[in-house]
């Protein structure tokens, strides 16, 4: 029994019994791949599945395939087919799939499709096709799938689905479309997809997609779009993803997604959004998923489960310092600033210094630098508070009172340590380049100076604080609230500022101490080939020499990364974040924490006051040493003096001893 149904199955197999030699028959399929064809060739009637792939075909005639009525599936791709006759396909009432991509074709006749009634692929990738008309889909009644990518079309069918009413995926990628109409896609009511990436399309009207009402997936992702209807997405209830990435949009609109209820996804890569608001973005209660240019613009959306970029460099979704490494950075540099700085301070005063002056400028100085050490540990307790969390307070942290606050008491330590820097610099060059000139700042000119130089750092500081609606959130762009490096959608009040003060004032002052260790060295090489008088009066000038590389090259290591990362974009590079965060964190406060080495404890006077107190405190310690021995001597000469009549010269000894150290 089991034989006989065998050879029943057997009996019902299609098989063909004519086909070319080169190809591979299986069944009722046959594979003509590479086979050198230059036409479609003679086979078997009952052909099903035809597949004629890299072959010479060049032109296909009328009723080619007249005799395989049979046929559901045509592969013609990469055959560099240029002609193809209206009846070409004629009586092909059957076949379901029709592959011509990667061929020649420029133009395609109307009616060329009229009798593929049960099409439901069509696949014309990668032609040279610049124009279709309405008629050329006459007869595709069933065709679901259509693809078009790649080709040179510029102007689509008035009513592109009118002969095509079940259509329901549309891809028209890569081609030159430049604009559509509010009727171009009215009959294509059951379209649920609609790719229109890499086009030139430049204006979009607000009824293009009114009749989409099933339209679960919209990409227009990089065309030349400028600006979108507020209500143009109204009538797409059901979409489910929008690619609008890639466009130099200028505007968004409030309310330009308020009807997707269903969105889950949303692409807003390398697009600027100047209006940003998070009012933007609660309407869409479903969206999950969504991609921005910028990390910051995530705070926008706090409600949506994945946002992409996931980090700027410094900040991440969950938390305020993304890296590791930040964050013991941030604590260490932190310390180290308030440390040394505030040890310095304490020093300076409790040691009396010749020049007073000079003594006070350099407190001020770490007064300023101490500031940033403030600024870093506030940071590190931000991030300790947000762990975990950031995304959910990011947009109330960055636009809060004490984001503001630390970002300018950040710009305020910068800058005021840049101008006491510049003015110590200023100072120095004076007394070692001209020596015996009487060119230097007194007590209450030194006073002066530096009350102005703290009055122009407040000022710089708090201007932005002054002019929000100028400025904007000046120091809110990121979760460290300094303002280093800047978007397209900053105000250009704000650009302006910020490449005012690091490109201006400090490259400037930057210049200037560059400038004037350099003519110091050169003076100094110069003034020890001359007299002993001379060298002696400089003499305490030139052991400053040997610092100043160190002077310079940490003035370097701070400020040239800030100056190429403003130039970079000024020049609307895009700024990896990574670098950005390191420059804010280590970079941007190693001044703060050298300057009291390279000013302080360096310094040979600094060195030598330190050796005397040392050597006074040892000396204190060795005589209250000695004064504990003669005490004991004389508690036990007392005591035996008696039993031992040396004991008074042993006591008359110590005190021989004593006295001349005391």
């Known amino acids: 029994m089991f034989l006989l149904l065998h050879f029943i199955v057997l009996m019902d197999v299609k098989v063909l019994d004519q086909y070319p030699q080169h190809c591979v028959c299986k069944g009722s399929e046959l594979e003509c791949v590479n086979a050198g064809l230059k036409s479609v060739p003679m086979v078997s009637s ?4 035809l597949s004629l792939k890299k072959n010479n075909i060049h032109s296909l005639s009328d009723k080619v395939f007249i005799k395989y009525t049979e046929l559901k599936k045509i592969f013609l791709q990469h055959n560099c087919i240029t002609y ?49 008309s309405q008629r050329l889909f006459t007869g595709l009644n069933s065709l679901f799938f259509l693809s078009m990518v790649n080709n040179h079309l510029q102007v689509l069918p008035k009513q592109m689905c009118a002969q095509m009413p079940q259509l329901n995926w549309m891809d028209l990628e890569g081609n030159r479309i430049k604009f559509l109409t509010n009727s171009t896609f009215l009959s294509c009511s059951s379209l649920t997809v609609l790719f229109l990436p890499r086009n030139q399309i ?39 993803k929008l690619n609008l990435s890639s466009n130099p949009l200028l505007y968004l609109h409030k309310s330009q997604f308020g009807s997707l209820k269903q969105l889950q996804s949303l692409d807003l890569e390398r697009i600027e959004i100047p209006n940003i608001n998070t009012r ?17 613009y995530c705070s926008y959306a706090p409600h949506v489960r994945i946002c992409m970029p996931l980090t700027d460099g410094i900040s991440s979704f969950e938390d305020l310092l993304a890296n590791n490494i930040l964050r013991v950075f941030v604590w260490v540099i932190a310390f180290i600033t308030c440390f040394g700085n505030l040890f310095v301070i304490g020093m300076r005063s409790f040691i009396k210094a010749e020049n007073t002056t000079h003594a006070t400028s350099i407190k001020i100085l770490c007064c300023a630098d101490c500031l940033m050490g403030v600024y870093l540990f506030f940071i590190g307790l931000c991030d300790l508070k947000y762990r975990g969390q950031y995304q959910k307070y990011a947009l109330l942290w960055m636009e809060s009172l004490q984001c503001r606050l630390l970002g300018f008491l950040a710009m305020l330590s910068t800058e005021v340590s840049v101008l006491l ?88 002052a930057f210049l200037i101490i560059v400038f004037s260790y350099t003519v ?114 004389i508690v036990w000469a007392d005591d035996s003096s008696a039993l031992k009549p040396g004991a008074l010269n042993k006591i008359n000894l110590e005190d021989n001893i004593v006295k001349p150290i005391s």
């Not at 992702?221 to 797409?236: A, W």
């Open 280 to 296: 933007m973005f609660q309407p869409m209660k479903n969206l999950s998923y969504i991609y921005f240019k910028n990390f910051r």
């Open 84 to 132: 193809i006759s209206r009846k070409a396909f004629f009586g092909l009432h059957n076949l379901q799939i029709l592959y011509l991509n990667h061929n020649c074709i420029t133009t395609l006749r109307p009616g060329v499709f009229k009798d593929l009634h049960q099409l439901t692929w069509l696949i014309l990738d990668d032609n040279p096709i610049n124009r279709i």
């Open 520 to 633: 110091m060295f050169c003076s100094i090489q110069k003034t020890a080939l001359q007299t002993s008088e001379v060298r002696s009066h400089v003499g305490r000038e030139v052991a400053v020499a040997n610092r100043f590389f160190f002077i310079v090259f940490s003035d370097a290591i701070c400020w040239i990364p800030v100056f190429v990362i403003k130039i970079l974009s000024l020049s609307r590079v895009e700024i990896p974040g990574t670098i950005t965060s390191w420059v804010v964190i280590f970079f941007l406060p190693v001044n703060s924490a050298l300057n009291p080495i390279l000013y302080t404890l360096t310094t040979s006077f600094f060195k030598d006051k330190l050796k005397q107190l040392l050597h006074k405190h040892r000396r204190k310690s060795i005589f209250k040493t000695k004064k504990k021995s003669v005490s004991t001597s």
């Open 46 to 49: 009952n052909v099903t599945l």
């Open 202 to 240: 430049g204006f979009v009207p607000e009824k293009t997609f009114s009749s989409l009402k099933n339209l679960g997936e919209l990409d227009l992702s990089s065309n030349m779009i400028s600006e979108l209807p507020p209500h143009i997405f109204k009538d797409l209830k059901r979409l489910q």
């Open 421 to 508: 820097l510049t003015y110590l610099t200023l100072e120095k060059f004076l007394a070692v380049v001209f020596p015996f000139s009487n060119i230097r700042p007194g007590k209450w000119q030194t006073l002066a100076i530096l009350i102005c130089i703290w009055i122009v750092g407040f000022l710089i500081a708090v201007t932005p604080l002054w002019k929000e609606d100028y400025f904007g959130n000046f120091y809110g762009k990121n979760g460290v609230c300094f303002p280093l490096y800047y978007d397209q959608t900053e105000d250009i009040g704000s650009k302006g500022y910020s490449l005012g003060i690091f490109l201006g004032v400090n490259l400037l």
